[in-house]
C-alpha cells in the first residue's frame, strides 16, 4: 500500500477484505474455455495492432486481475510487445523491479508470441539476463518473437528496454514445448 496507517485501520480494511471474498466466493467459478489450446489451431491470427489477451484474469497480465502488471500486449508484425511501468507493488529494492516480476513479464509475453504464431506451447526453459537495474515508475517496452520453430519446439527471445533509451536493461531466452495439433483433437 506504500502508507503507514494505523492498526485500527488495516484491521477494518481486513475485514472488508475478507468479507468482500467471501461473498466473491459465493459465486459460480468462472472455468478456463475447454477448448483453450485447440483454438490456438483454429482461431485466426489476431490483427496486426491489435491487442492480444487470452484470459482477462492471467496471473501477469491480466487486466481483471488487480495483482497482475498493467501492460497493454500487442501484435507488432511477428512480435509481441508491451509497454510497462511497474509500480511499487513490483519493487525489490527501492526504485527497483524485482528480477521475478521482470522473468513472469518475460515469460507472459512470450506465451503470446504462441499465439501470433498459432501453436500450443508451454515454457520449458526460461533464461533471464539481467542487464541494468529496471526502474519502478518509468515506461518500459518489451518485445518478444520467435527466432526457431520446428514440429516440437520454439525458440523465443525478448528484451525490456527503457522507453527512449536506446540500451536493454534485460534480454531472455525461451524455449517452448509445442503440443502438437492432433494430440489437442
Same mark, same amino acid.
Given at each position: 500500500?506504500?502508507?503507514?496507517?494505523?492498526?485500527?485501520?488495516?484491521?477494518?480494511?481486513?475485514?472488508?477484505?475478507?468479507?468482500?471474498?467471501?461473498?466473491?466466493?459465493?459465486?459460480?467459478?468462472?472455468?478456463?474455455?475447454?477448448?483453450?489450446?485447440?483454438?490456438?489451431?483454429?482461431?485466426?491470427?489476431?490483427?496486426?495492432?491489435?491487442?492480444?489477451?487470452?484470459?482477462?484474469?492471467?496471473?501477469?497480465?491480466?487486466?481483471?486481475?488487480?495483482? +497482475?502488471?498493467?501492460? %497493454?500486449?500487442?501484435?507488432?508484425?511477428?512480435? =509481441? @510487445?508491451?509497454?510497462?511501468?511497474? /509500480? $511499487? *507493488?513490483?519493487?525489490?529494492?527501492?526504485?527497483?523491479?524485482?528480477?521475478?516480476?521482470?522473468?513472469?513479464?518475460?515469460?507472459?509475453?512470450?506465451?503470446?508470441?504462441?499465439?501470433?504464431?498459432?501453436?500450443?506451447?508451454?515454457?520449458?526453459?526460461?533464461?533471464?539476463?539481467?542487464? +541494468?537495474?529496471?526502474? %519502478?515508475?518509468?515506461?518500459?517496452?518489451?518485445? =518478444? @518473437?520467435?527466432?526457431?520453430?520446428? /514440429? $516440437? *519446439?520454439?525458440?523465443?527471445?525478448?528484451?525490456?528496454?527503457?522507453?527512449?533509451?536506446?540500451?536493454?536493461?534485460?534480454?531472455?531466452?525461451?524455449?517452448?514445448?509445442?503440443?502438437?495439433?492432433?494430440?489437442?483433437?
Amino acid at each position: 500500500m506504500a502508507h503507514d496507517a494505523d492498526e485500527a485501520t488495516l484491521d477494518a480494511l481486513a475485514r472488508w477484505a475478507a468479507d468482500t471474498a467471501e461473498l466473491v466466493r459465493r459465486e459460480p467459478i468462472l472455468p478456463r474455455a475447454a477448448d483453450y489450446l485447440h483454438r490456438r489451431y483454429t482461431d485466426p491470427a489476431p490483427p496486426d495492432g491489435g491487442a492480444l489477451i487470452t484470459s482477462s484474469d492471467r496471473p501477469v497480465s491480466g487486466p481483471a486481475n488487480p495483482s +497482475a502488471v498493467a501492460m %497493454t500486449i500487442r501484435r507488432v508484425g511477428n512480435e =509481441a @510487445r508491451a509497454e510497462i511501468e511497474f /509500480d $511499487r *507493488r513490483f519493487e525489490s529494492a527501492p526504485g527497483r523491479v524485482h528480477g521475478g516480476v521482470t522473468a513472469s513479464v518475460f515469460d507472459d509475453l512470450m506465451g503470446y508470441v504462441q499465439v501470433i504464431d498459432g501453436v500450443a506451447a508451454y515454457t520449458r526453459e526460461l533464461h533471464v539476463r539481467y542487464l +541494468a537495474a529496471i526502474p %519502478t515508475y518509468t515506461p518500459i517496452e518489451v518485445r =518478444a @518473437r520467435t527466432t526457431e520453430r520446428g /514440429d $516440437r *519446439r520454439s525458440i523465443v527471445t525478448a528484451e525490456a528496454r527503457i522507453v527512449g533509451v536506446d540500451q536493454p536493461v534485460a534480454d531472455a531466452r525461451g524455449i517452448f514445448a509445442v503440443i502438437p495439433r492432433e494430440q489437442l483433437d
